[in-house]
Structure formats: structure tokens, C-alpha cells
């Protein structure tokens, strides 16, 4: 049985990553310092170390038990404090990263899956995005991203490490089976802060400019539920495995949503009135981002099978609905 190091494995995507791992009969360990990963996201039949990146004694007595791979998603991610707080995003995401690559190189693990983004590319210059996209990142969060991104590509030349960088586009959805059962504590993205409107959590929900150059006048974004996201990981392990080369993948659906035909579909789906207000543009928001995941089909055979509105609706709501009861 194959063994891997699921790192930020409690959190939002990192849980349901694990899952997947699980899921493909993987011995799974999730080493996480749950700041913003949660207890609720541990599965039974993965162990956890509570433990740190930014304490490199940590990781090496982690890795010291032996393992196939690593997946690292232990990151900051809110693009907009990051702009705000560059010296913490730098020592998490780039610090923190390089602790891992160390650890992973001393312990002799020579596979690792780094879970990157779309904010790499900055602004649009044409869509759909592809991975030749210029990449001028527009925060600093994806700046730190990129920054990993050469690292790996430095490591991979110079030490011989094989990596998977994947490019998330907008992560949404639960796991459908309702097996992830952490919710993310405050939200920053459209979609939870629309389920926990319809949940009475919040009074309403605020839409962030409807002057966009869009069909409907609202930013259009590509979203790719997580269990989608997190199937490519295991994929993406098992190529480099058999191939042994790096490769670095958009995930997205190809398939343009607006902030308008989310809110209103989620008013159908839920049966609730999600009061919205039209709030002025928030700064840093490209109106139109939409993948090219042309390379991940060619290279991986993946294809999303649950990223349509529906599905990320529905699951989301779910985790929602139990919330606003249990309370
Ligand atoms: N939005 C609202 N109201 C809200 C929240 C969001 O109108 O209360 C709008 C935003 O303006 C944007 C869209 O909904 O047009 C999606 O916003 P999110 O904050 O959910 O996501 P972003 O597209 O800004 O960013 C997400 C991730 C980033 C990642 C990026 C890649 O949060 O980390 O996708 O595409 F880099």
C-alpha cells in the first residue's frame, strides 16, 4: 500500500483531498497545525500529526516513517489580507514551503503535489487561461505561489524532486457522499457567503459590481468542486509515478459563471430569498477568469463529473442546512 503525507490535510481542499487518497486505498497521514484546518475534516482511517511547517523538526520527525509521496496544501489563501500582511504570507507560504522541500529532500521522498493557483496569471490577457498564460500575479498571494512554482521547478533540476504544481481555479463544494464534515470558519469566497445568507447566518450578501463588461454585468469565474480538484491529486502522484516527469495543470471547469446565475440558482436550489444588496466593485477583481483545462485532460484524463452549478450548489447547501439547524 502506498503511503502519503497529506500536509494541510484538515482544511477546506486538504480534507477532501485525504479523502480521495483514502478513497484509492492509499495509507494516508495528515500532518496539519489546524489553524484554519478543523478536527471535524480528520478521517478514522487516516492517522494525524498536529504539527507545524514552520518547525522543521516537526516535518522531519513526520517523514521519518517512510513515504511514497507528499501532497502539500498548508497555506494562507486570502488574496486580499495578503496584500495587507506580505510578511506573514511570505513566511507561511514560501518559508513554510521550503521547510517542506527540505525535509521531503533529507527523508529521501521524491514526489510531491503542491496545490498552486489561478491568481499566478494575474489579469486575463485572453481566455480561456492556459498554462503558457503570461504570469503577472495581481497579489502577493499569488506571487507566492509563483514563487513556489520556480522553486519546485529549481529542486526538480538541481535534486531531482518530481512535482505536480496544480493551478486551481475557484474551489467550491462539499463532498457529495457528506463525508467532510468541517465547514470553513469565516469565509471569504461567493459561494459559502451565499449558503450562509440562505441559512439566515448572515442578513445578506453583498454583490460585488454589476458594471462589469459581462453578459450579465457581474465577474464570471470558473468554479471546480473539490472533489474534482482533489481526484486530480491522486492522479497527477500516479503519472508522475509512472512517468516520472514534473508537469504543472490549470483545474477549472471551462465553463464561465456569473455571480448573478450563482445567487439566483441558489435561490432555486435552496428555496430561499439570499437577500443581496449591489455593492461597488472590490478592488482586484479581473470581471472574467475561465480555465483552459485542455492539458489536465491530455495528461492526467481528467474531466470534471461534479463542477456544474448544481452540484456545487446542492453539496454545499447541505453542509449549510445542517449548520443554521444545529443551531
Ligand atoms: N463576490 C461577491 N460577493 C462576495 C464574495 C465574492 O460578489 O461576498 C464575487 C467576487 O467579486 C468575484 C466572485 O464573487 O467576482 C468570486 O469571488 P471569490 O472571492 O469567491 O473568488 P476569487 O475569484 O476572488 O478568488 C478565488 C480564490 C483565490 C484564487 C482565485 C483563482 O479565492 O485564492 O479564485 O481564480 F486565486
Known amino acids: 500500500m502506498k503511503k502519503i503525507l497529506v500536509i494541510g490535510g484538515a482544511g477546506y481542499i486538504g480534507s477532501h483531498v485525504a479523502r480521495a487518497f483514502l478513497d484509492r486505498g492509499y495509507d494516508v497521514t495528515v500532518f496539519d497545525n489546524l489553524q484554519s484546518g478543523v478536527r471535524e475534516n480528520l478521517f478514522d482511517d ?13 516535518l522531519r520527525s513526520a517523514m521519518s516513517s517512510g513515504f511514497d509521496g ?33 525535509q521531503l529532500l533529507e527523508a529521501g521522498i521524491s514526489t510531491v503535489i503542491f496545490s498552486s493557483s489561478a491568481a499566478v496569471y494575474g489579469s486575463p490577457r485572453y481566455l480561456p487561461i492556459d498554462e503558457e498564460h503570461p504570469k503577472d500575479p495581481e497579489n502577493f498571494y499569488g506571487f507566492t505561489k509563483l514563487e513556489i512554482e520556480r522553486l519546485l521547478d529549481w529542486y526538480d533540476r538541481l535534486k531531482g524532486l518530481r512535482y505536480a ?16 464534515r468541517g465547514v470553513e470558519l469565516n469565509p471569504e469566497n461567493l459561494l459559502p457567503i451565499v449558503m450562509e445568507t440562505a441559512a439566515g447566518i448572515r442578513p445578506k450578501l453583498s454583490i460585488f459590481g454589476t458594471d ?19 481526484e486530480a491529486h491522486v492522479t497527477a502522484f500516479e503519472h508522475i509515478l509512472r512517468n516520472g516527469g514534473s508537469l504543472t495543470v490549470n483545474l477549472g471547469s471551462q465553463n464561465g459563471v456569473s455571480v448573478l446565475e450563482m445567487v439566483d440558482r441558489a435561490r432555486a436550489l ?53 449548520r443554521s439547524a444545529s443551531r
Open 212 to 230: 462589469y463588461p459581462t453578459r450579465d454585468g457581474s465577474c464570471i469565474r470558473d468554479y471546480v468542486h473539490v472533489t474534482d480538484l482533489a
Open 70 to 102: 507528499c501532497v502539500h496544501l498548508a497555506a494562507l489563501k486570502a488574496a486580499g489580507q495578503s496584500m495587507l500582511k506580505p510578511g506573514e504570507y511570505a513566511q507561511s507560504n514560501i518559508s513554510g514551503t521550503i521547510n517542506i522541500l527540505n
Open 270 to 322: 435552496t428555496g430561499k430569498p439570499v437577500p443581496a444588496d449591489i455593492a461597488p466593485r472590490r478592488p482586484g477583481d479581473p470581471a472574467e477568469l475561465v480555465a483552459s483545462s485542455e492539458k489536465a485532460k491530455e495528461l492526467l484524463g481528467w474531466e470534471p463529473k461534479y463542477s456544474d452549478v448544481d452540484t456545487l450548489i446542492t453539496s454545499t447547501w447541505r453542509m449549510y442546512e445542517n
Open 165 to 180: 504544481a496544480i493551478r486551481y481555479f475557484n474551489a467550491a463544494g462539499y463532498d457529495v457522499r457528506g463525508r467532510v
Open 46 to 58: 487516516a492517522k494525524f500529526i498536529h504539527g507545524d511547517i514552520m518547525r522543521p523538526e516537526q
